[in-house]
């Protein structure tokens, strides 16, 4: 079971490009590397998913080097709206190989 | 499609007292998981289903938490008796029967027991 090492928080202001690194050293062959955002009062709620080299999507980007042991969360000028935390997991869904906890997740501040 | 739904939204018990959380994923899906987030920490998988059939229970406090799917759609989630350090917020998820499909959570159940 692959762990998750992210940064406990970070601060950007308003219209800043936003990188959150994970490493993820433990990595198995069949793991996804998945990326979460939390509000309060609210449930995670699914951002980003790659296997290797670079995906996005409407709103983020996904770097994975090729060993795959760091990815990096890229979101382009953040706003007010983007202040959440940011979960990394690794994990296979369905296969056997479930996250059984979160980390603790990345505090993202964005100052006006 | 329409989102996982959980209710109730708040629930506020005794100790001892016992209460029942209910979910309904999104139509589809397969598997379905119930997380318990305490405050400032991230999710922790309590149960995980495959239909109506348990997959990992091994993070289930199983003297006092139970949870069943018995038709294989919606699921409830039962603390008897409820302790102080069960306050968090539970969480149902949902995924496609699919290797590689990302979670889909509901906005959870706040429970207080005082």
């Known amino acids: 079971l692959a762990k998750t090492t992210q940064p406990i928080s970070m601060d950007s202001y308003e219209g800043q490009e936003v990188n959150i690194t994970c490493s993820h050293n433990?990595?198995?062959?069949?793991?996804?590397i998945t990326w979460y955002q939390q509000f309060p009062s609210q449930g995670p709620r699914f951002i980003i998913q790659?296997?290797?080299t670079k995906v996005t999507n409407e709103v983020a980007s996904l770097f994975i080097p090729a060993d795959r042991k760091s990815s990096t969360l890229s979101l382009p000028r953040v706003s007010l709206s983007d202040t959440a935390v940011y979960y990394c997991?690794?994990?296979?869904?369905?296969?056997?190989?479930?996250?059984?906890?979160f980390g603790k997740g990345t505090r993202l501040s964005v100052i006006a | 499609e329409a989102g996982v739904a959980q209710s109730p939204r708040y629930k506020i018990i005794e100790k001892r007292q016992s209460v029942a959380f209910w979910c309904n994923p999104i139509?589809?899906?397969?598997?379905l998981y119930w997380y318990q987030q305490i405050l400032g920490q991230g999710p922790k998988l309590l149960i995980q289903?495959?239909?109506?059939?348990?997959?990992?229970d091994s993070q289930l406090p199983k003297d006092r938490f139970s949870a069943e799917r018995l038709k294989g759609v919606d699921s409830t989630l039962k603390i008897q008796p409820a302790k102080l350090e069960d306050s968090a917020v539970y969480l149902c998820?949902?995924?496609?029967?699919?290797?590689?499909?990302?979670?889909?959570f509901g906005n959870g159940t706040r429970l207080t027991v005082t």
């Open positions: 289903f495959q239909n109506n059939g348990v997959v990992d």
């Open positions: 433990n990595i198995a062959t069949n793991d996804y």
């Open positions: 997991l690794v994990g296979a869904w369905n296969s056997g190989n479930t996250p059984l906890v």
């Open positions: 998820a949902s995924t496609r029967n699919q290797e590689g499909s990302p979670l889909h």
């Open positions: 139509s589809g899906h397969a598997t």
């Open positions: 790659g296997y290797k």
